[in-house]
């Protein structure tokens, strides 16, 4: 077998473009440019959800416990949000009130800024997306109880999803062209 058979494509761009596509329709809809409608709820179960648990799965064969980790979880939380915005179509007792679904966002930003933890030995765009994606969890936390918020979080959910997207992009396109082409910022501890 020949060493290029031996290698396994790189899922990160998948995963990264099915969450920053999602994430930016969500918070145009947080922003307050259209309702959530099935547009999103399609991106958040097919592109945000299941490409980014293959992207995950394909993290795991590659050894990569981290992609695992984010891409896994990060499909299954669109998912999830996807079925906290359905399930009380056929039941209003199923809807979650503000407590609940702030306790929902307040665990994800959690979760999001202990693995932003995890993204400061890479690249600065990867820094980018966690930190900006913890922002975004927590504004949407408060925002359950100041819904001026909404607004605001949508503001910076486009933001956040956009550098998701960029690093996607970039990797593709650097890897294509065989050097850096879109930067994504040092690696701490290289030169």
């Known amino acids: 077998m020949s060493q290029k058979e031996n290698l396994l494509a790189n899922p990160a761009p998948l995963g990264l473009a099915g969450f920053g596509m999602t994430t930016i329709l969500l918070n145009l809809a947080n922003a307050g440019l259209f309702g959530v409608n099935n547009v999103i709820l399609a991106m958040g179960i097919f592109y945000g959800g299941i490409a980014q648990v293959i992207a995950g799965i394909m993290e795991f064969r590659r050894g990569n416990t981290f992609g695992t980790l984010a891409f896994s979880s990060y499909g299954l939380f669109w998912m999830t949000l996807v079925y906290i915005i359905l399930s009380p179509l056929g039941s209003s007792a199923l809807a979650p009130n503000s ?14 800024l202990l693995m932003f933890f995890g993204t400061l030995r890479t690249n600065r765009a990867l820094q980018t997306v966690f930190l900006t994606l913890a922002i975004l969890f927590f504004l949407l936390t408060v925002a359950q109880f100041i819904p001026q918020l909404q607004i605001i979080a949508g503001i910076e959910g486009v933001f956040c999803g956009f550098s998701a997207f960029y690093l996607s992009m970039a990797e593709v396109i650097n890897e294509a062209h065989q050097r850096v082409v879109l930067p994504t910022g040092p690696v701490k501890g290289s030169k």
Not at 99 to 112: D, K, N, R, S, V
């Open 99 to 112: 407590a609940a679904l702030a306790a929902y966002l307040f665990m994800w930003g959690l979760f999001t």
